[in-house]
């Protein structure tokens, strides 16, 4: 039935998935990427990419599955699970340049903008990098270690007064 409806993107689908179901993978993934060629920005859990996806993970093809998560980020921008999953597989394969790791977390940033360890890591690539704007920091000048600190002074800074001959102000 599948041969007869090649450009049918539903058929193509079901193909892939009863293929899956009977772990001949290779044919699924042919299913899974002739629907996808069918419907480019088919998204959710049943979408190609997402079965596909399923499969790299199954298989622990970990290139593949990171390959699956940028396909899906790219027609499914808002998707924070596939974020989520795509810098921990990153994480996972030793991902170090930051052309493969800054979209990665420049995404995550953009989705939840709470998440500390996602702004941290793109911080730090922004300051590996040299970019201190981008990293949020901003050297502060050097404030002398020496300076002189009169009784007004400590008045303001010490709540106890000012100073005693024998009390340093902290």
């Not at 977390?105 to 990098?129: H, I, K, N, T, Y």
């Amino acid at each position: 039935y599948a041969a007869q409806h090649p450009e049918s993107y539903p058929v193509q689908l079901y193909l892939g998935t009863m293929l899956r179901k009977e772990k001949k993978y290779d044919e699924a993934l042919t299913a899974f990427e002739h629907a996808s060629a069918l419907v480019p920005k088919a998204v959710g859990q049943d979408s190609p990419h997402q079965q596909m996806l399923a499969i790299a993970l199954e298989r622990k093809d970990r290139s593949r599955a990171i390959r699956e998560l940028q396909a899906i980020l790219t027609i499914d921008f808002d998707n924070i699970a596939a974020a989520r999953q795509l810098v921990s597989l990153l994480k996972e394969d030793g991902a170090t340049e930051p052309t493969r790791l800054q979209p990665a977390f420049e995404r995550l940033v953009a989705l939840d903008p709470f998440d500390g360890a996602a702004q941290g890591s793109l911080g730090r690539l922004a300051m590996d990098a040299g970019d201190t704007e981008a990293a949020g920091w901003e050297p502060l000048p050097l404030v002398a270690a020496a300076f002189t600190v009169t009784d007004d002074d400590a008045l303001i800074a010490c709540p106890a007064g000012p100073r005693m001959p024998g009390r340093e102000v902290v």
